[in-house]
């Protein structure tokens, strides 16, 4: 098996982590999607999750990070995967400084479920505002 270098080689460290740059266009919610399932089936190869609703979870969860990200943070963002004991740490980082705010979901306006998805699907949830936007932290098993 040859080593990839966005991936690494998945039977040495390099697997273990992830960080890809987005520029922040609408496209790039796929492309972060893409990014996390390319990892997730790399690391998959010699840690398997423990059931198949944990890669779909932290996929989902990618999705919505990525998509508030292009919509209530214009600019560039970035996505970190990494290996941790227990599960998968996400960290999406923006140009917002504001944490996000749950807003109530209403069928006709459309929207507001992505953060509560976010919330019930990690184990834990942060947020780490900076001078220059925020880190968006995930905890979620694998």
Excluded: C
Aim: hydrophobic fraction near 40%.
């Amino acid at each position: 098996m040859s080593s990839d270098p966005l991936w690494g080689d998945p039977l040495s460290e390099a697997a273990d982590s992830v960080t890809v740059p987005f520029p922040g266009e609408l496209g790039d919610v796929t492309a972060a999607r893409l990014a996390a399932a390319g990892y997730l089936g790399t690391l998959a190869l010699g840690q398997p999750p423990a059931s198949a609703e944990h890669r779909d979870d932290i996929l989902l969860a990618v999705s919505e990070l990525a998509a508030n990200a292009i919509q209530y943070a214009p600019g560039p963002f970035v996505l970190s995967l990494r290996r941790t004991f227990d599960g998968i740490h996400v960290v999406v980082a923006d140009t917002n400084p504001n944490p996000p705010e749950p807003r109530r979901y209403h069928p006709s306006k459309g929207g507001g479920i992505g953060w509560h998805l976010i919330q019930a699907l990690a184990d834990e949830v942060s947020v780490v505002p900076g001078d220059d936007g925020k880190e968006i932290h995930l905890f979620l098993p694998w």
